[in-house]
């Protein structure tokens, strides 16, 4: 259960990039455009995204009693390209 700075900077990566452009980066731009208190909506966001990141990681955690590290990046990389493809067409309708 020690600090491994290899898994810290991937995860670190790959959660920045990922977040890059992302609708909570834009709901975050949108919130700050309309206040006056850039530093209140810095706190909501920077809150919002540690319980969402604590909930995903302790998901995790469970999870991989259940499933093979394996599986779930297969099952992850599924469930991003099935939103990617949900965004594609809903965006085809409007």
């Known amino acids: 259960m020690g600090f491994d700075w290899s898994i810290f900077i991937a995860t670190f990566i790959t959660i920045f990039v990922a977040e890059m452009g992302d609708k909570t980066q834009f709901a975050a731009m949108a919130a700050s455009a309309q206040s006056k208190s850039t530093l209140t909506v810095l706190a909501a966001s920077i809150l919002a ?5 604590v909930m995903g990681v302790l998901v995790g955690r469970m999870l991989n009693q259940y499933i093979s590290p394996e599986r779930m990046r297969i099952v992850s990389g599924c469930l991003f390209i099935a939103m990617g493809v949900f965004t594609l067409l809903k965006s085809q309708t409007h």
């Open 49 to 53: 995204l540690s319980l969402a990141a």
